[in-house]
Structures are given as C-alpha cells and as structure tokens.
C-alpha cells in the first residue's frame, strides 16, 4: 500500500495528514489557535496535491490517480468536517447550539463530499455547493475576530455560523469556482500569513490560548 505515497501528489497529501493530525491534537489540548494554524497548513497542502495531480496527469503510474482521489476525499472530511466539528464542541461546551451545529455540519459534509465524488465539478470548473475546504478557514476568520466579539456571544455565532455554512454546503444552485492555477500559491500564502497569526495569538501569555 505504502507505494502509492511514492506519487508526488499522493505523497503531498499524506504530508497534509501529519499537519491535521498536530492540529486535532492541540486543539483537544486547549490550543485552539495552534491547532487551526496546523490545519491550515493541510488546508493548502489539499490544494496544492491536486495541482500536482493536474500538471503530472499524463506521467502518474496507472492507479495512482484513483487512489488519490479516495485519499484526498478522507482528508477533506478531516480538515472540512471533522476539525470544524471539534472546535465547535470545544468552544460550545457541549450545548445544545453546538450539538445541532455540528449534526449539520457532519451530515451536509457526508453528503456534500459523497455527491461531489459521484458528480465533480461542473462544465466550468466550479463547485455545487460551498466546499467543505472552506470551513476550516472560517474557524480561523472567527478565532482570529475574538476580541471584537463581546463575552459570551461567541460560542453562538460560531455555532449560528456553521449551520448556516452546512445548509450552504449542499445548496447546489450555489456555485462557487475552484481554487485552481495561479490562484493556489495565492491562496497558500493566505493561509501561511493566516497561520502564523494565529500562533502568535495562541501563545499562553497572550491570554487567547483557550476558548
């Protein structure tokens, strides 16, 4: 099995998991911030395996692709469902708010991933649905907005917040285009930048490490 990681873009994947796995594991430590830049990191590491997958198509040995396809899936539910899922009972504390928020989430990635692998894209490149890829940015957007939100409102709008997202994830009059070409190191340069702000703030004597 482990020869399929011997793929560039399979072995970028699997690099991808190293940093999703660091990120859960801080983040159910109570470093929250650490634990979203880490994933992050899978975030546009999920990018840039598929790009690789694009540019080397003609030259990959016969079943790499398809394998890359169903290990590239489960790293999205990790980093677009999973991740999301356990930051929202972290910082809900298991309330109800968060119960019902990370339900959606949980079932509109399930189906919004398995459709997507059935379906794909459309004609013009663009996705159905808001992709679950851009839930861990938007744990970042709120972690990062803490301070301006008053104390003991946000828990809620998170919660609010992603089961809006997870009702987006599966409205497939809602297209939204691919992150493709030029605009992936874009995008990597984003999330690094984004990264890097949040270990500062998830530093201890910063007073933000846990929520």
């Known amino acids: 099995m482990l020869i399929?990681?011997?793929d560039y873009a399979n072995a970028i994947t699997a690099a991808g998991y190293v940093f999703a796995i660091l990120g859960l594991f801080l983040a159910l430590n109570g470093r929250i911030e650490l634990g979203t830049a880490s994933m992050l990191w899978m975030w546009f590491l999920d990018h840039w395996d598929g790009h690789v997958a694009r540019k080397m198509d003609n030259r990959r040995r016969p079943g790499m692709a398809d394998f890359?396809?169903?290990f590239d899936g489960f790293g999205d539910f990790f980093h677009g469902v999973l991740f999301p899922?356990?930051?929202?009972?972290?910082?809900g504390n298991g309330s109800l708010l968060s119960f019902i928020a990370v339900l959606s989430l949980v079932m509109a990635g399930a189906l919004r991933?398995?459709?997507f692998a059935n379906v794909g894209l459309t004609?013009?490149?663009r996705f159905q649905g808001i992709p679950v890829s851009y839930d861990t940015?938007?744990?970042?957007?709120?972690?990062?907005g803490k301070p301006a939100v008053p104390d003991g409102m946000f828990a809620t709008l998170l919660c609010v917040a992603f089961i809006v997202l997870a009702a987006l994830h599966v409205a497939t009059p809602v297209q939204v285009p691919a992150i493709r070409g030029k605009a992936v190191p874009?995008?990597?340069v984003v999330a690094a930048c984004v990264s890097v702000a949040l270990a500062?703030?998830?530093?201890?004597n910063t007073g933000f490490g846990k929520c």
């Open 4 to 6: 399929y990681l011997r």
């Open 68 to 70: 890359g396809k169903t």
């Open 85 to 91: 899922s356990t930051v929202i009972v972290l910082i």
């Open 113 to 115: 991933l398995s459709y």
């Open 123 to 125: 004609s013009n490149a």
């Open 137 to 144: 940015p938007l744990v970042a957007i709120f972690l990062l």
């Open 186 to 188: 874009v995008a990597s």
């Open 200 to 204: 500062i703030l998830g530093q201890p």
